[in-house]
């Protein structure tokens, strides 16, 4: 009876997946992050443009993400471009984007055609002001997530993992059903004894 314990003891503390092999991760990938806490320096990348030569025009932002820094050309309101910092890696430059030391400099408008002569010409100084100022140091570049490479969850994977959980709680069903049977035994009464 002990033998049969102990092999579902085995079975419920290694599962039935453990015999499989971990799935290869990315050894030498790496991302390029931007670091919190640096919006006074991002602000700094505009430093050239004249508060009053905006006229109803104003620059909002920095809006610091993980993978890039925004600003945005609002006029009255309402949005009337972007210009987006995006991590420069070798050959990620969208087509017709300017660089700096540290970014690719990408304008985004409304829709296409929609962009006023004066909000081209405030994104073009805003584009020269980056250029200018950029002295590199605003990310850093770490290994990628294996998480980014995983392949999402389908029906089968979730099938499998209720399959799982089955069999290591019918495992440990049992055991509790052995503990008690064992644990409320009758005692042999004294007849049974000296039979």
Do not use: C, K
């Not at 670091?35 to 009053?52: F, M, S, V």
């Not at 471009?81 to 304008?107: H, Q, W, Y």
């Not at 069999?167 to 049977?181: H, K, T």
């Amino acid at each position: 009876m002990s033998a049969a314990i102990g092999a579902l003891l085995v079975i419920v503390a290694l599962g039935p997946g453990s015999a499989r092999a971990a799935p290869a991760r990315p050894g030498d990938q790496t991302e390029q992050v931007i670091l919190p806490g640096n919006e006074d320096a991002a602000r700094e990348l505009l430093a050239d443009l004249d508060a009053a030569a905006l006229g109803e025009f104003e620059w909002r932002g920095p809006s610091i993400e993980i993978d890039e820094i925004r600003f945005g050309l609002v006029r009255d309101g309402e949005a009337v471009g972007a210009l987006l910092l995006i991590p420069r890696a070798r050959g990620s430059a969208p087509a017709g984007a300017a660089t700096s030391e540290s970014f690719a400099i990408v304008r985004e408008w409304p829709g296409p055609g929609q962009a006023s002569a004066r909000a081209r010409a405030l994104m073009d100084a805003a584009v020269a002001s980056v250029e200018a100022h950029d002295h590199g140091g605003f990310y850093v570049e770490r290994q990628a997530r294996p998480s980014a490479d995983r392949a999402p969850i389908t029906a089968e994977d979730r099938a499998a993992v209720r399959r799982r959980w089955a069999v290591e709680l019918g495992a440990v069903g049992i055991l509790v059903l052995a503990a008690l049977g064992l644990s409320l035994r009758r005692p042999p009464l004294e007849a049974e004894r000296s039979a």
